[in-house]
């Protein structure tokens, strides 16, 4: 009789086990279905601020004379294709800038899940609407003829420049609405209204920024996006206007962020975003439209 008992229970655990197994599959089936762009462990503080992210990075040069409508670059890859496609960022250097200005988030950014595109511009001195022009010459190069364009989700692309290419940043949102993703860093431009972005930018600013003051540059750029945009403006404190071309883990954990969330629209990542962060000894002031819709 005990035997018999103990067999009973035993088929029913088995059972309650495959059962549980079953659903967590399913779950898992249904994740991936809700969002099948979803890269990378479930994130966390630790994993965004981390000097590199679970991918292995690998990286290939583009001559200039290569390519046309930009200055050529480097461009940084998860190296293993087991996850199939990612999205892609284009960045561009400041005024009389080069490529190495900005080349610390290259790797950073790829370890993450995402194929970066680092570059140099026709001139050091292009003004950002040559920049703009640019940022996309370099995202058209990447998905068309690049030797990672497999590897690309052409839907998935976002840009991000610093200084003049942070004006260049915005200056391609306006004209590519398409972009799921902007992120100009300390941007300078003459205009400082951008109402005819529609595509979800993270504005950030240097409280010590002399060469393009936070009042005269990035407020307006924020505050001049449409109010129902998502958006987002971030004041560094304690920087400077060159701050963005040296590592950075408060850039960093926010840039990863906002690309997770609104390239792969990686709703993991919300938490970093809403509520809102608080100032603290690294951020002067965030401001933003919390739930996103986007």
């Known amino acids: 009789m005990r035997t018999r008992t103990r067999l009973i229970r035993t088929g029913l655990a088995a059972l309650l086990a495959i059962g549980g197994l079953a659903t967590s599959q399913a779950a898992t089936a249904q994740a991936a279905a809700d969002n099948p762009y979803e890269r990378g462990p479930a994130p ?26 930009f200055g050529g670059g480097t461009i940084y890859y998860p190296s293993s294709t087991a996850d199939g496609t990612f999205g892609a960022i284009a960045i561009s250097p400041g005024y009389t800038a080069y490529q190495s200005s900005i080349a610390w988030l290259g790797p950073r950014l790829a370890s993450q899940g995402f194929v970066v595109f680092t570059i140099d511009t026709n001139t050091t001195l292009d003004q950002p609407d040559s920049r703009g022009r640019q940022l996309l010459s370099a995202l058209d190069y990447l998905t068309q003829t690049s030797s990672v364009r497999s590897r690309i989700d052409t839907s998935r692309l976002g840009v991000m420049g610093h200084s003049m290419g942070g004006g260049g940043t915005l200056e391609a949102a306006k004209s590519r609405p398409s972009l799921q993703a902007a992120i100009p860093l300390t941007g300078w431009n003459l205009d400082k209204t951008w109402p005819e972005v529609r595509t979800p930018t993270l504005v950030v600013g240097a409280d010590g920024d002399t060469i393009a003051p936070v009042a005269t540059h990035s407020e307006p750029f924020y505050t001049s996006l449409p109010s129902s945009l998502d958006k987002a403006y971030l004041e560094l404190r304690g920087a400077t206007h060159f701050t963005p071309n040296s590592s950075n883990t408060t850039i960093a954990k926010y840039s990863i962020s906002w690309l997770k969330r609104f390239i792969d629209d990686d709703t993991r990542y919300e938490q970093f975003l809403c509520p809102l962060p608080a100032a603290s000894l690294a951020i002067a002031e965030y401001r933003g439209n919390c739930p996103h819709t986007s």
């Open 44 to 69: 966390s503080v630790s994993s965004i601020e981390a000097a590199r992210g679970s991918y292995a990075v690998s990286q290939t040069t583009v001559s200039s004379l290569s390519v046309s409508g």
